[in-house]
Nanobody
Framework: QVQLVESGGGLVQAGGSLRLSCAASGSILNINVMGWYRQAPGKQRELAATITSGGSTSYADSVKGRFTISRDSAKNTVYLQMNSLKPEDTAVYSC?????????????WGQGTQVTVAS
């Protein structure tokens, strides 16, 4: 019973920046991992970035060095700062949460926000 609401998507020119936000509400205890997936037309969904409850981050090779994932625990919000955007970054970006206790985990997804990078 978690809701994830993304915001911040839009249209930018190549080389520009966007910051996506994902606000979590509902039953938000025991959050293990949050992250951002993206799916471009005709391509497989890709896990772009994750951040653990302990603050450890990871990135797909395709975004490493350009994207930064961060969190504001007080606001239950995760951010994705996207810099040096490329047309190939165009995709629907969806917030992701892995929530659980011990071995019992549940995945949650936001509705997604469109990011379009114009060439």
């Amino acid at each position: 019973q978690v809701q994830l609401v993304e915001s911040g998507g839009g249209l930018v020119q190549a080389g520009g920046s966007l910051r996506l936000s994902c606000a979590a509400s509902g039953s938000i205890l025991n959050i293990n991992v949050m992250g951002w997936y993206r799916q471009a037309p005709g391509k497989q969904r890709e896990l772009a970035a994750t951040i653990t409850s302990g603050g450890s981050t990871s990135y797909a090779d395709s975004v490493k060095g350009r994207f930064t994932i961060s969190r504001d625990s007080a606001k239950n919000t995760v951010y994705l700062q996207m810099n040096s955007l490329k047309p190939e970054d165009t995709a629907v970006y969806s917030c992701y949460m892995l929530k659980g206790w011990g071995a019992y985990n549940t995945d949650y997804w936001g509705q997604g926000t469109q990011v379009t990078v114009a060439s």
